[in-house]
């Protein structure tokens, strides 16, 4: 489930300052984001790579120009998993941004958000709180307390405490968040959704389906009326609304929306896209949970081969992809097969997180699990248990 927002950072100027020198780096900062909302991760860094060049050559190393490209950049290097080079790149881009424009200013704010986001993919719950607070105090100050900012502040907040159990939390910084979204855009507005989406998932993960089902049917209906029944974003209404009906056992109404969901995707985005990974997951899993592995395995294949096209074969995301597919091999009793991919997703997850971190812990956990199954012996260290749930962030601009 795509989850905590991300500031990409393109300044627009005004058109009395555009030299050709801007309107180059512009292009090269618009063409890396084309490709990466595309998710040609390889493409945006081509040019956001030349567009770095662009800016230290034409504006110098202290230029907000830069800041921008670095913030951007780091958040592709997030994404693939380079979580040292994307603190670097964030840190610098924070400073240009504090001696151009000062302490207090917004775009400070976004990229201390983005500092958030780093650390709370890499573990760093109480570190990753810091910044997300401190992003909704800078927004709040510079912005106004009923800023979209502050909502998305607010949502990112919320999303931490979600993960880490605090769910009174979570449920109030959402109402907060949804209702200055209401407020500011209007109800039926497909910017409401965001918030609507985040706390009818919270709902869900607490058993509270009644509250949760409108939510979904609500933002399934904003979609459709705004984006049209085609859009990506209707697809990931009806995945959510047929998970829903998944955990509550209803089989018969959630099959045909899942279908419909993966078929929009398909449509919109093409084959290969990473943004197929989430409906081809949630179709999988719930063929996998009805003991359909057979309609299962080329789905989570399906996922596996497009997340090593779109971010390389040893990125966090190809080991979620790879434990996947173990798990399901395990029930298939492949043993062979599932701890092959078993190691070779936990040796990407502990040079992407680190030994200790949750998502490694919760591997070795689901390794423990087989090799109990099995009857075989529990690897180095016994069972782990991770902090929380393990859900870990996945996330979204």
Same mark, same amino acid.
């Given at each position: 489930m795509t989850r905590l927002a991300v500031a990409l950072?393109?300044?627009?100027?005004?058109?009395?300052?555009?030299?050709?020198?801007?309107?180059?780096?512009?292009?090269?900062?618009?063409?890396?984001?084309?490709?990466?909302?595309?998710?040609?991760?390889?493409?945006?860094?081509?040019?956001?790579?030349?567009?770095?060049?662009?800016?230290?050559?034409?504006?110098?190393?202290?230029?907000?120009?830069?800041?921008?490209?670095?913030? %951007? &950049?780091?958040? *592709? @290097?997030?994404?693939? /998993?380079?979580?040292?080079? $994307?603190?670097?790149?964030? !840190? =610098?881009?924070?400073?240009?941004?504090?001696?151009?424009?000062?302490?207090?200013?917004?775009?400070?704010?976004?990229?201390?958000? %983005? &500092?958030?986001? *780093? @650390?709370?993919?890499? /573990?760093?719950?109480?570190? $990753?709180?810091?910044?997300? !607070? =401190?992003a909704l105090i800078l927004r709040e100050r510079t912005l106004g307390p009923d800023s979209l900012e502050v909502a998305s502040s607010l949502d990112n907040l919320a999303l931490l405490y979600h993960d880490e159990d605090h769910f009174q939390d979570a449920v109030y910084l959402h109402r907060r968040a949804l209702a200055i979204r209401e407020h500011a855009l209007g109800p039926s507005h497909p910017g409401v959704t965001v918030s609507l989406t985040h706390l009818a998932a919270l709902y869900t993960d607490l058993g509270r389906y009644a509250e949760a089902e409108p939510l979904y049917r609500r933002i399934l209906t904003i979609r459709q009326n705004a984006l049209g029944a085609d859009h990506p974003e209707v697809g990931a209404a009806l995945d959510a609304l047929a998970d829903l009906y998944r955990r509550q056992g209803k089989f018969g109404l959630a099959e045909p929306l899942f279908k419909q969901s993966l078929a929009i995707r398909e449509k919109a985005l093409g084959a290969e896209n990473p943004g197929l990974i989430p409906a081809l997951?949630?179709?999988?899993?719930?063929?996998?949970?009805?003991?359909?592995?057979?309609?299962?395995?080329?789905?989570?294949?399906?996922?596996?081969?497009?997340?090593?096209?779109?971010?390389?074969?040893?990125?966090?995301e190809v080991a979620k992809s790879l434990d996947n597919l173990a798990e399901l091999c395990r029930k298939e009793s492949k043993f062979g097969e599932a701890e092959s991919l078993y190691k070779r997703a936990l040796a990407i997850g502990e040079k992407s997180y680190g030994a200790n971190h949750r998502e490694v812990a919760a591997l070795l956990e689901n390794y423990a699990v087989r090799a109990l199954w099995r009857g075989g012996a529990t690897p180095r260290g016994g069972m782990h248990r991770p902090p929380g749930d393990g859900r870990g962030f996945v996330h979204s601009l």
């Open positions: 950072l393109c300044l627009t100027l005004s058109p009395a300052l555009v030299g050709a020198q801007d309107s180059l780096w512009e292009k090269y900062m618009a063409a890396g984001a084309e490709s990466y909302g595309k998710g040609q991760l390889a493409e945006a860094e081509k040019m956001w790579l030349v567009a770095r060049k662009e800016a230290e050559t034409s504006f110098g190393p202290d230029d907000i120009r830069l800041a921008a490209t670095l913030s %951007n &950049l780091a958040e *592709l @290097y997030r994404r693939q /998993g380079k979580y040292p080079q $994307a603190g670097w790149l964030l !840190r =610098r881009a924070l400073g240009i941004t504090k001696k151009a424009k000062g302490s207090h200013h917004p775009q400070v704010a976004s990229i201390v958000n %983005n &500092l958030g986001t *780093l @650390y709370a993919t890499t /573990g760093r719950m109480d570190a $990753a709180e810091r910044m997300f !607070r =401190r997951n949630e179709l999988a899993l719930f063929y996998q949970a009805q003991g359909r592995y057979a309609d299962a395995e080329p789905l989570y294949r399906r996922a596996l081969a497009i997340n090593e096209k779109a971010f390389g074969p040893n990125a966090p």
